[in-house]
């Protein structure tokens, strides 16, 4: 078990009061576990906050109460209940009336219901998401180290596994074996279901690894990230076993360069739509816009997908801090797919890129 320091989470409370004060809230009802861990430094399966200027409380049934005496930030007062944590709310809330904000993006219509159920009359309930997100979309140095480490983690793993070599082994094989490299290097496991799809599987963006051996003459699209201490990595390289053809090594080479285009137009400021259409353009003008369907980027950290985006839809604009992929791709189907990702730091004076790895065109065995 870890935890960022106690100063961090207790400055992280007082940056969501603000934005609380701004949205007429008096309390947060904060159920979402992702965001009970950034705010309160516990990693366990159930848990709750209620923060108020007056009150920051944390509650956990008796399975977690050792765990969270060790991880949870001791400003807050540690409440024991049973399993179903939110009956114990009306002992928690102070008197008078009150806007209770709650997480309407993670709160089902039954959670809901409850929820007014058990609350006294003078309390209302305000719907309030994206509070805590609009906080996490800015990391902090402790944050990124943490990522970074993920990232050294994995890149490790990958390398490994392409030492061992790729042909003869299937696919799923393969992404077991990735998963347990990257646990031997101390990752907590891995930090999404690693993708390995060789030929005309890699044509379909989210494969699902099968028990199909890698085959001479294959491209073989691997994406894959480590967990560590909680954060997220994202990578994704396209290796070849063996020869391939020369349309394949066009394609790479369009892919790698519209990729480059995206790690240059990521910058404070940029929009997260523009920065899409910019790689978007160099694959179209080569004449396979319709073979990139997915958006260019996400945001990573906690959870493997957050804001900001980079996409056709993006209503975002980068800030310092933010770290987002970058992960255009090209799919042919029946033929072959290749994708090339990043994980990018944005900062003023220019951006970190987390990932170590070569992205020239790999042969391996």
Not at 31 to 45: A, I, W
Not at 72 to 100: C, K, M, R, Y
Not at 204 to 223: C, E, K, S, T, Y
Request: aromatic content about 4%; some cysteine; hydrophobic content about 40%.
């Amino acid at each position: 078990m870890s935890r960022v320091s106690t100063g961090t989470q207790t400055d992280r409370t007082g940056r969501l009061l603000a934005e609380m004060a701004g949205a007429d809230v008096d309390l947060l009802l904060v159920t979402d576990l992702t965001n009970v861990r950034y705010l309160t430094g516990y990693s366990g399966s159930n848990g709750l906050a209620l923060i108020g200027s007056q009150l920051r409380v944390f509650v956990t049934d008796f399975r977690y109460v050792e765990q969270a005496a060790e991880e949870v930030d001791p400003t807050f007062e540690q409440v024991h209940a049973l399993q179903d944590l939110i009956d114990s709310l009306p002992d928690l809330l102070p008197e008078g009336e009150l806007q209770v904000g709650f997480d309407d993006a993670h709160t089902s219509v039954k959670a809901h219901a409850r929820l007014r159920e058990l609350l006294p009359y003078h309390v209302d309930l305000t719907a309030a998401g994206g509070l805590v997100e609009h906080l996490r979309i800015l990391k902090e140095p402790s944050e990124v180290e943490a990522m970074a480490a993920a990232t050294r983690i994995a890149d490790e793993a990958f390398t490994a596994l392409l030492e061992a070599g790729l042909r003869g082994r299937t696919e799923r094989e393969l992404a077991l074996a990735l998963e347990v490299e990257m646990r031997r290097r101390g990752a907590d496991g891995p930090s999404f279901t690693s993708i390995v799809a060789a030929g005309p599987h890699g044509a379909l963006p989210h494969a699902q690894p099968r028990d199909v051996a890698v085959a001479d003459g294959d491209l073989v699209v691997i994406d894959w990230g480590a967990l560590y201490q909680g954060y997220c990595s994202d990578c994704t390289r396209t290796v070849a076993v063996g020869r391939v053809d020369e349309r394949a090594r066009e394609a790479y080479d369009l892919v790698l360069r519209a990729q480059l285009t995206g790690l240059e137009a990521v910058e404070v400021g940029g929009d997260g739509r523009e920065i899409d259409a910019a790689v978007r353009e160099v694959i179209a003008e080569a004449g396979h816009g319709e073979h990139f369907g997915h958006g260019l980027g996400h945001g990573v950290g906690l959870e493997i997908h957050e804001a900001p985006t980079l996409s056709k839809r993006s209503t975002d604009t980068l800030q310092a801090d933010t770290v987002v992929t970058v992960e255009p791709g090209v799919y042919l189907p029946g033929a072959f797919g290749i994708r090339i990702e990043d994980l990018v730091v944005v900062r003023e004076g220019g951006n970190r890129i987390l990932t170590s790895l070569d992205k020239e065109l790999q042969v391996v065995d």
